[in-house]
């Protein structure tokens, strides 16, 4: 049973647009949400996070919406950079579960130039 | 600051062999956790290590173990290796949890 789904196993953008990577989680215990970008043969590469009493985080060109009444969040990057080309991951934990996050299975974003 | 590190990276081991991975958190990070990430399952909490503690654990057999030292490098062993137990071995290391920094991976073959 999946906690964190990340329904879209891909996207495909153009450079300078919008890319929306989105997260659905189905825990009401989770308190903490993070997005990591991966690269193959790396590990994942903390990104941007948000805590549950805030509904928006921002960091240069990422910004990160939490929905808690509809157990939803997202990722936005703008503008899109071929660099960003990448596997991004969603994870949640909960305040009772030390160093345990949960993580969806992942969306591959390809930046086109 | 150094990131965290992981030793080996690459690893070939035998069925019902053992195998040790150890990695190094962040200078002054106390807290560090392990995950198997496959194909299939994606990536799938092992174990969490605080101060020499054990303070979580993820459904993995007792076959996979760990530990971690005063210094705060941690150990995980997988004893009686099986063909399933091939993945990236990921080491991520934290102040007090949650936010996480990944080291590189260890990748575990088993043949």
């Known amino acids: 049973d999946q906690q964190v789904k990340q329904n879209s196993p891909s996207l495909s953008v153009q450079e300078g647009r919008i890319s929306i990577l989105n997260c659905d989680y189905t825990?009401?215990?989770?308190?903490?949400f993070l997005w990591y970008k991966k690269y193959p043969a790396e590990g994942p590469t903390f990104l941007i996070s948000?805590?549950?009493?805030?509904d928006k985080n921002e960091d240069g060109r990422f910004t990160v919406f939490l929905n808690k009444s509809a157990k939803h969040l997202s990722l936005h990057i703008v503008p899109s950079q071929p660099g960003d080309s990448a596997v991004y991951f969603c994870?949640?934990?909960?305040?009772?579960?030390?160093?345990?996050?949960?993580f969806g299975k992942g969306t591959k974003l390809s930046v086109k130039p | 600051k150094a990131g965290v590190t992981q030793t080996p990276r690459y690893l070939i081991k035998t069925r019902g062999q053992q195998v040790t991975l150890s990695c190094s958190p962040i200078?002054?990070?106390?807290?560090v956790s392990w995950y198997q990430q496959t194909p299939g399952q994606g990536l799938q909490f092992l174990f969490e290590?605080?101060?020499?503690?054990?303070?979580n654990k993820g459904n993995f057999p007792g076959r996979f173990s760990g530990r971690q030292f005063s210094n705060s490098r941690s150990e995980m062993n997988v004893s009686t290796l099986e063909l399933g137990d091939s993945a990236l071995y990921l080491c991520?290391?934290?102040?007090?949890?949650?936010?996480?920094?990944f080291g590189p991976g260890t990748r575990l073959t088993v043949t």
């Open positions: 994870a949640a934990a909960d305040g009772g579960s030390q160093g345990n996050l949960i």
């Open positions: 825990n009401s215990m989770f308190d903490y």
């Open positions: 991520a290391s934290s102040f007090q949890g949650n936010e996480q920094y």
């Open positions: 948000i805590s549950s009493i805030k």
């Open positions: 200078s002054g990070h106390r807290s």
């Open positions: 290590y605080f101060s020499e503690t054990q303070r």
